[in-house]
């Protein structure tokens, strides 16, 4: 079946730091990906997501590209924030019924 | 704005009791799905459900069932707790055609003593 490798946490960062999660899948076809963030005490919400391969997603000053090549797509920000704080789940989706998450990254970013 | 809205945010019971988590969504889905979030196990799809009456198992259906009578509702229930299904439960909604996002509500913590 599909599945999602993203980068195990915790990420500790300084304000201002680039930050880059990796993540990788395994999926039959091409599967539309997502990045989805749940901040402290909250449900997870759609930051970004990509349909096809070399599309790039962007919101936030977050993005992330569609490799087919090599079946991943990094979360990239130049510059964090201490309100970037969250986990962040990569995820990959076959269908609306199907859709595959990692395990999530938690970061956290310090002044 | 759209809503997905679950009942309670935090619950304690009893071992063996009957529990209930209920989610309403008022963005006329069709589809919406029970997960529960355990720590370095991320999200696990327990059940969804693309139509009224209509469901189907996710990965770990063991020890719950899911009711949809109405589009915009659809409950989870724990038939008799255990200390194992003490989780954050997250219900989600979705509508038809190409894959898209996923709306959340703010998750539900049950504690099973």
């Known amino acids: 079946g599909d599945s999602v490798t993203q980068m195990e946490g915790p990420v500790t960062l300084s304000e201002e730091a680039f930050l880059t999660i990796n993540c990788t899948y395994t999926a039959t076809g091409y599967p539309s990906l997502f990045w989805y963030v749940q901040y402290p005490g909250e449900g997870l919400q759609l930051l970004l997501k990509?349909?096809?391969?070399?599309d790039k997603g962007s919101n936030k000053g977050f993005e992330a590209t569609y490799r087919k090549e090599t079946t991943s797509f990094h979360l990239e920000k130049g510059s964090v924030q201490v309100s970037d704080s969250a986990v962040y789940f990569c995820v990959a989706g076959g269908s609306n019924y199907k859709l595959t998450f990692g395990k999530g990254t938690l970061l956290t970013v310090n002044p | 704005d759209v809503k997905v809205t679950q009942s309670s945010r935090y619950l304690v019971k009893r071992t063996g009791e009957k529990v209930f988590l209920e989610c309403v969504q008022d963005?006329?889905?069709?589809?919406m799905f029970w997960y529960r979030q355990d720590p370095g196990l991320g999200l696990r799809l327990i059940y969804f459900s693309y139509d009224v009456k209509m469901k189907e198992k996710g990965d770990i259906p063991e020890g719950y069932s899911v009711s949809r009578e109405k589009k915009e509702r659809f409950s989870l229930i724990l038939e008799s707790a255990s200390t194992n299904q003490t989780s954050m439960y997250l219900c989600?909604?979705?509508?038809?055609?190409?894959?898209?996002?996923?709306?959340f509500g703010e998750g539900s913590r049950l504690t099973v003593l």
């Open positions: 990509a349909t096809k391969a070399d």
């Open positions: 963005m006329d889905h069709e589809n």
């Open positions: 989600a909604s979705n509508g038809r055609g190409p894959t898209g996002e996923l709306f």
